[in-house]
Every structure is written in structure tokens, then in C-alpha cells.
């Protein structure tokens, strides 16, 4: 079956320091993958994507590659903000983007 | 945009009583609505989708008869933890989406505890 694994948190960085949080996945097929950010009391919202091989999905300064040889969707962002602080969540679907299979999230607590 | 609105945030109950969440989605109307549960440490697991009008599909695994969840219109979908225990104290949440959308719309969570 499908499986989504992301790195553990939290992961606590300075504002303007570089981030990458991993991710890999297991999947059949040629799934579309995703990153989900979650704001302290808000909903989960989808960040970014990318729905084939090489494509590069970005928002908001975060950008991610799909790397079908490495089953990877690194996140990365060159200078983060204290506003970034949130809970981000990887995930797959290869039936569009309504069903989703998740990895557990990784926190980022972002200090001035 | 599409928002949904999930209620109540954090709920705490005791063991044997039964906790409603709802879900209700703001300019948009829900033709499907997804509930999710995450527990300490691990992944959000798909539990159920619903269709508005028809029966919940449940995943492998979840209790139909423990986790009720209605559809009956095209803004509100409800989950209702039957006779909860302390192992059901988890983070649930919702995600809508309409007819033919391709962006699934998520509830900001409820977290349940259960004493």
C-alpha cells in the first residue's frame, strides 16, 4: 500500500535560517504529492504540489521536487519567517487530490 | 475561498458518553466530506468518506457502529463517537469537497480527550 514518511519534530530554527524537512514515499503507480501546512488553530491547507516526476511544486517561498529515482518531496525554504511556524504534513494521492494518505507531520517552531 | 468550519475544537468527556463533531462548509456545498483521525505520533488515517444522501464508506478498521457519521445535507457532516473510551481520545478532522473539485477543503480539528 501507499505510505508517506516524514521527518520527526520539532524541528526549531532561527528566522532566516535555511529549512528542509524530508519526506519519501511508497506508492504504486504515479502518484501526485503534496505538502499540507497547518496554522495553530486553523485548518490543514494545502502549501504546495506537484503531480509528476521533476515537476517542481513553490508557494509562499517553499519549493519541493518530485524525484521519482529517490521517491522524495524534500520541503525546502532559503530564509524562514517566525509567520512560518506550523505543522507540515506530506502526503500522496494517485486518485486526484481527494483521497490523500498522510505522513505524520512535522512540526516548526521558528524563534526571532 | 472554501472554508470549513469544524466544532468543537477540543472537547473533553467522559468514559460511555457520546461526542458529536460537526463540519460545515462555507460557500462551497461538501458533495463528499472526508473525516480523518491522527493519534499521538502517527499519521492522519483516512477513517470514512461520505457522500451527501448515501451511507458513510468506512475504512478497514473503523467501527461503523461506533463512529456514526451523517451527510444529510450538502454544508453539515457530523461525527458522532459512540459510547467513547479512552482510546478513541485522538485528533479528528474533516475535509470537504464538491462535485468535481480538485481541492479538498480541511476543518481546523477537534481533539478529544475521553476520561
Known amino acids: 500500500g501507499n505510505s508517506v514518511t516524514q521527518m520527526e519534530g520539532p524541528v526549531t530554527l532561527s528566522e532566516e535560517a535555511f529549512l528542509t524537512i524530508n519526506c519519501t514515499y511508497t506508492a504504486t503507480g504515479y502518484p501526485s504529492l503534496f505538502w499540507y501546512v497547518q496554522y495553530p488553530g486553523e485548518g490543514l491547507q494545502l502549501l504546495l504540489k506537484a503531480t509528476k516526476a521533476d515537476d517542481k511544486g513553490s508557494n509562499k517561498g517553499f519549493e519541493a521536487t518530485y524525484r521519482k529515482e529517490t521517491t522524495s518531496f524534500h520541503l525546502e525554504k532559503g530564509s524562514v519567517q517566525v509567520s512560518d511556524s506550523a505543522v507540515y504534513f506530506c502526503?500522496?494521492?494517485?486518485?486526484?487530490?481527494?483521497?490523500?494518505?498522510f505522513g505524520k507531520g512535522t512540526m516548526l517552531l521558528v524563534s526571532p | 475561498g472554501a472554508v470549513v468550519s469544524q466544532h468543537p475544537s477540543r472537547v473533553i468527556c467522559k468514559s460511555g458518553t457520546s461526542v458529536k463533531i460537526e463540519c460545515r462548509s462555507l460557500?462551497?456545498?461538501?458533495?463528499?466530506m472526508f473525516w480523518y483521525r491522527q493519534f499521538p505520533k502517527q499519521s492522519l488515517m483516512l477513517m470514512a468518506t461520505?457522500?451527501?444522501?448515501?451511507?458513510?464508506?468506512?475504512e478497514q478498521g473503523v467501527e461503523k457502529d461506533k463512529f456514526l457519521i451523517n451527510h444529510a445535507s450538502l454544508t453539515l457532516s457530523t461525527l458522532t463517537v459512540t459510547s467513547a473510551h479512552p482510546e478513541d481520545s485522538s485528533f479528528y478532522i474533516c475535509?470537504?469537497?464538491?462535485?468535481?473539485?480538485?481541492?479538498?477543503?480541511f476543518g481546523a480539528g477537534s481533539r478529544l480527550t475521553v476520561l
Open positions: 460557500d462551497f456545498q461538501a458533495t463528499t
Open positions: 475535509g470537504g469537497a464538491d462535485a468535481g473539485a480538485n481541492v479538498l477543503t
Open positions: 502526503a500522496l494521492s494517485n486518485r486526484g487530490y481527494s483521497t490523500l494518505t
Open positions: 461520505s457522500n451527501e444522501g448515501s451511507k458513510a464508506t468506512y
